[in-house]
């Protein structure tokens, strides 16, 4: 038996197919649990299963409840009882709320973006833990991790509806924790800060963000290894956030419930 002893333990991953979801999912593996990835890449994800852990890959749409419902039957059959849910699945279009340069310019926030980004990071969270809680309800145990940002507690300029969402994915851990702690279901969150560069940093979403900070791109990029918020000194690597997240879903954690720990080497405002 491993310290963690989440050997045989099976967990769902929405957003597994890359980034932070993807070295989850993988770090589930190499401790010997079964995960379901879930993702809108229609190309799947390659993982290793050589410590003993088995993988599903289900195309899901976390914004659509019959989605939800659909992954949930499909994993049902290879794996019956689920464990874990870590609610990964999330997407960041930076916009300024005014564009004072150009005003009702495509970098502004209007309702479409609103909208697509509150679907997946709210919308998308709530029913992914309600589909699966009532599976945590019948089995009469579980764990929710949602996955927040380091951005939900400090703000950030030119991601406001992001920073938003994840804010209140905070509230969600903290209110779920209430309600469901007396079923034996815990409920955390994780947040992280500053990571490793990812496929997740686009062309595109570089090109918004800088716009919306009023620099170049070339300036945003430096900035990423400018870490003087960050006490630590330095950027955090995905496989620690993944650590955490395989501490949270252990037995070793089993009375922390209904907070979000940040991950983000202690940055702060200044």
Known sequence: MSWLDIEGKTAIVTGGASGIGKTIAQS??????????????????????????????????????????????????????????????????????????????????????????????????????????????????????????????????????YAATKNAVNSFTRSWAKELGRHNIRIVGVAPGIMEATGLRTQAYEEALSYTRGITVKQLREGYTNTKTIPLGREGKLSEVADMVMFLSSKRASYVHGITINVAGGKTRG
């Open 28 to 161: 589930f593996l190499d401790n010997g649990a079964n995960v379901i990835v879930c993702d809108m890449n229609p190309n799947g994800v390659k993982l290793n299963t050589e410590n003993g852990g088995s993988y599903l890959y289900v195309v899901t749409d976390v914004t659509k409840s019959a989605s939800i419902k659909n992954m949930l039957a499909t994993a049902k059959k290879q794996f019956p009882h689920i464990d874990i849910l870590v609610n990964n699945a999330g997407i960041n279009i930076p916009r300024l709320l005014v564009d004072t340069k150009k005003p009702y310019s495509e970098y502004e926030l209007d309702e479409a973006v609103f909208n697509k980004v509150s679907a997946v990071n709210l919308k998308g969270v709530f029913l992914c833990a309600q589909i699966i809680g009532h599976e945590f309800i019948n089995n009469g145990s579980g764990i929710i991790i949602n996955m927040s940002s380091e951005s939900g507690l400090e703000g950030s300029e030119g991601q406001s509806i």
